[in-house]
Structures are given as structure tokens and as C-alpha cells.
């Protein structure tokens, strides 16, 4: 039985699906910069969730949504428009911004092997559904017009504190300063921008006789209301989306339909960078070439990820993921040696495994699992195919007289014949094989 923490309840539950096909809606990247690995390490999260479901034998539909219609710099209606931030960074149209790096962030599902969603949803092939969205909460009373736009009244939907806890009337004392005085309550949102005369904005459409754009929540009601229908099963997204992305979704889709939104909420919490937040001013916006030019390919990032909860707070820092790589080396090693060994013991590891990652998802749980059993030759393709790791794929062959040579440096080593252990490692490298002492263990590796 699979356990998921709902955030909605604050609490473990037994996950069912609603229907016959698990609904998971995943909210997407704004596609106006390279995605940096604390963007990554969510969708890695989610892919082992869907994984992990597939291992529970269920058939699954989700939907991530691309926002490539620009939305602005903070998650409230202010700052600038990220596209158009893109835009004048690089010179090129807004268009031409949100298609580079819509492409750039699916090469990124490619290399990290994240299991590709069953619809990908660019927010701008649903500007008629958002049209037809605000007018049926305009019609039934839950939005307003301002000068600059169409308003969400969220003192309209009674509930709307509830699944993010919010403190609204102390929301209201703290935005007062930055408070428009046409808006009725501190937290309503628009769900339509007016573009003012003059105004530059490149992404505009003709909607209430005027130019403008839709609202970045919008987008992720409007998608699940067309490509899955509401209630979905899984929601899923960073914390950072609880108090204002996702509540606000949550409302729009009230509003819309009368219904709720999901009956799953998962978050991954944040990743850290040498205990600093992931910012451009910190220049830690690392990407995975950015890992790659330092000498670490993308499963290493996802094995470092795929070590810790996604849950609990990470802090990046070289070091751990040369842990990471090492690991994933000694793992690696662990299967070459397979092959001579023809393995058949049994102690059902792989069950253990099962059993970590379906108690919420606990993947370091299951990464212990690895490290301290002996695995199968079949056990290991199931850790492939749960953690889409590529270890077999990336597992040389071993020559029996290589082979020969670990075990016996291993036996040295045991021994703290450290003479003849290096004797070995140098007999190794004449082989084109380097071996290093690592805290995984002696891991070795073709040169
Ligand atoms: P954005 O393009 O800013 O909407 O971010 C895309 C996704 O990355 C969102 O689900 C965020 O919650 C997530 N995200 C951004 N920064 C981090 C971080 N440092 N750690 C984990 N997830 C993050
Ligand atoms: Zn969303």
C-alpha cells in the first residue's frame, strides 16, 4: 500500500485512486531562463512519484504544464514580466524566448531520464479557455474589474485560508503599503492583466474589448479543467506554491466549476546551495552543464537528489554530490562484478526497497537498502526502472582476470597489505582501469 503525505490534511494517507487512471497535474517552469538544479531536483521528485505509482500497477495521466506566456517576477501581481525580462536580455522576441528554453527544459527530462508526461501544456494554446474561465467567474460574481485588470474577490470563496492555513487579516495589515487601492481584499489575484495604452508588452490578446493577458495561475486551472477534469488525484509542486499558487488555483477552479482541485497535495521542500538560497544575485544558478563542466553528469545529480526526502531541506555542495557519484560508482561496480559472480542469493531487498519508497516516497530509505544488501542481477534492473538511474546501461563489462585483481585488492586492503593494495591499483591503471578510496568505498572506473 502506497502512503503519501497530503499536504491539504497535513497528514500520511493510504493513497486510492479516484478513478481508473491516476490524475496527476505537475505545475511547470516559467521557460524564460535555463532551469537551475533546485528547479531539477522537483521534477525529479515527481518523476520517482510517478514511477513509484507505476510500480503500484497504476495507469497514469499527467499533465505539466509550460508557462510560456509571461507572468511576473513575484508570485503576487507585481515586478516585471519574466518573457519580457528574457526578451531584452538576449535581444529576441518573447516567442522566440519561450520556445528556446521550453526545448532547453525538456533536454533536461531527456539527460536526467524523467518519465516524459503524458501531455506537455503550453499555457499559450489555452488563451481561449482562459477567456472562457474568467467569464464564467464573471458570471458568477467572483472576479472584478480594475483599471489594470479582472480581479479574483477572494473574500468570494469562503474556504479560501483553509488549504494554505493563511492568516488573512494578517496578510492584510502586512500588504498595506503595497496595496492597490481598486483591489477589495490584500489577497485577490487578477486573473486577467489589461495591457494600458502605451505599455510594451509583446504577448497580448484581444479579450473585454481591450488587449492583455491572462493571470499566471489561471493556466493551471484552465489545463486541468481541459486535459484531466477536476478533482484530480495528485497535485503536485514546490512549497513555495502553497501560500499563493496553488490556494489561488484552488479558488479559480471553485469558482469555475464548483469543485475542489485535487484530492493529493505533495510539496518538495527547497534545496540550499552552501547554505544560501538558489539565486542569480548568489551565482549558484548551477544547470547541469554548469555540473558538467566540473566533471558530473546528470545521473550524479539525480542520485544526489534521489538521496534525500523529498520532504526535508537539502543543502547542495560539491562535495556531497562527488558522494553522490560515488556512490552511484560503487553501485555500478557492484553490478560488473555480477556478471562473474552470478549472484542467486535472495534476501528480497528489492521488497525492502518497494516498502521504503512506498512509505512516502522515502527514497534515501530505499538508497540504504541498496548500499547493504545484496542485490540480484534482477533486482538491480527493478532499481533501474524505479530510479531511472541508467546503472546497467553505464556498467562496463569486467574481464575475469580484472576482476580477479579488485577481489584480491579488496582481500590486501582487508589485510592492511596497503604495499601490494597499491601494487594492484597500479596493475589496474596499466589496464585502464583507476580505482579511489572514496567513503562509498574503493570504486573503480575504465579511465
Ligand atoms: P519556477 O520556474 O520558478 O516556477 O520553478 C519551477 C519549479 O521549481 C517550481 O515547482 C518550484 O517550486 C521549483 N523550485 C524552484 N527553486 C527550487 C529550489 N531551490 N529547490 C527545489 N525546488 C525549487
Ligand atoms: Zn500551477
Known amino acids: 500500500m502506497l502512503k503519501l503525505y497530503n499536504t491539504a490534511e497535513r497528514k500520511l494517507e493510504n ?15 516559467t521557460v524564460y531562463s ?23 500497477e497504476f495507469k497514469i495521466r499527467r499533465v505539466l504544464n509550460l508557462t510560456d506566456v509571461g507572468h511576473l517576477v513575484s508570485d503576487g501581481d507585481e515586478g516585471e514580466d519574466k518573457l519580457e525580462k528574457g526578451a531584452k536580455r ?35 494554446d489555452y488563451i481561449s479557455d482562459d477567456m472562457a474561465a474568467v467569464s464564467k467567474m464573471m458570471e458568477e460574481g467572483f472576479v472584478y474589474e480594475t483599471s489594470d485588470g479582472i480581479y479574483f474577490d477572494t473574500s468570494r470563496f ?23 487601492s481598486e483591489k477589495r481584499n490584500a489577497a485577490d489575484f487578477a486573473v486577467w492583466k489589461f495591457i494600458q495604452p502605451g505599455e510594451k508588452h509583446a504577448m497580448r490578446w484581444d479579450y473585454l474589448g481591450r488587449p492583455g493577458y491572462p493571470g499566471w495561475h489561471l493556466e493551471c486551472s484552465v489545463i486541468i479543467h481541459k486535459e484531466l477534469g477536476e478533482p484530480i488525484d495528485i497535485h503536485a509542486g514546490g512549497v513555495d506554491h502553497i501560500p499563493i499558487h496553488h490556494t489561488n488555483e484552488i479558488a479559480q477552479t471553485y469558482a469555475m466549476t464548483g469543485s475542489s482541485l485535487a484530492r493529493f497535495w505533495l510539496h518538495c521542500n527547497f534545496i540550499t546551495i552552501d547554505g544560501e538560497k538558489v539565486s542569480k544575485s548568489l551565482g549558484n544558478t548551477y544547470t547541469l552543464d554548469d555540473l558538467s563542466s566540473r566533471g558530473f553528469s546528470a545521473m550524479d545529480f539525480k542520485m544526489w537528489v534521489l538521496a534525500g526526502h523529498y520532504q526535508g531541506t537539502r543543502n547542495f555542495t560539491f562535495e556531497s554530490l562527488a558522494a553522490a557519484k560515488a556512490r552511484r560508482l560503487n553501485w555500478r561496480n557492484k553490478i560488473a562484478l555480477l556478471y562473474q559472480k552470478n549472484n542467486i542469493n535472495n534476501n528480497n531487498a528489492f521488497d525492502r526497497i518497494i516498502a521504503a519508497v512506498n512509505d512516502n516516497l522515502n527514497s534515501p530509505e530505499a538508497f540504504s537498502v541498496i548500499d547493504t544488501s545484496d542485490l540480484t542481477m534482477e533486482d538491480w534492473q527493478k532499481v533501474d526502472e ?25 582481500k590486501a586492503r582487508a589485510e592492511k597489505n596497503y604495499a601490494r593494495s597499491d601494487e ?3 596493475e589496474l591503471k596499466k589496464q585502464g582501469i583507476s580505482v579511489e578510496d572514496t567513503p562509498s568505498g574503493p570504486v573503480w572506473q575504465y579511465l
Not at 493513497?15 to 505537475?26: A, D, Q, S, W
Not at 538544479?37 to 522537483?42: D, K, P, S, V
Not at 529576441?92 to 533536461?108: G, H, R
Not at 485560508?161 to 498595506?176: H, N, Q, T, W, Y
Open 15 to 29: 493513497f486510492k485512486p479516484l478513478g481508473e487512471v491516476v490524475k496527476i497535474y505537475t505545475c511547470g517552469p
Open 424 to 426: 594492484i591499483r597500479d
Open 158 to 180: 469562503e474556504d479560501y485560508a483553509k488549504f494554505a492555513r493563511l492568516d488573512l487579516s494578517g496578510l492584510k495589515a502586512g500588504a498595506r503599503v503595497s496595496f492597490s
Open 34 to 56: 535555463r532551469a537551475h538544479i533546485g528547479n531539477l531536483t522537483a521534477y525529479i521528485y515527481w518523476d520517482l512519484l510517478v514511477r513509484v505509482l507505476k510500480f503500484n
Open 386 to 410: 524505479l530510479f531511472g538511474l541508467n546503472l546497467i546501461a553505464d556498467t562496463p563489462d569486467v574481464s575475469e582476470e580484472i576482476y580477479a585483481l579488485i577481489n584480491e585488492r579488496e
Open 90 to 124: 538576449e535581444g529576441k522576441t518573447v516567442w522566440e524566448i519561450a520556445e528556446f528554453y521550453s526545448k532547453d527544459f525538456l533536454k533536461n527530462f531527456r539527460a536526467l531520464e524523467l518519465a516524459p508526461p503524458e501531455v506537455i501544456a503550453k499555457a499559450t
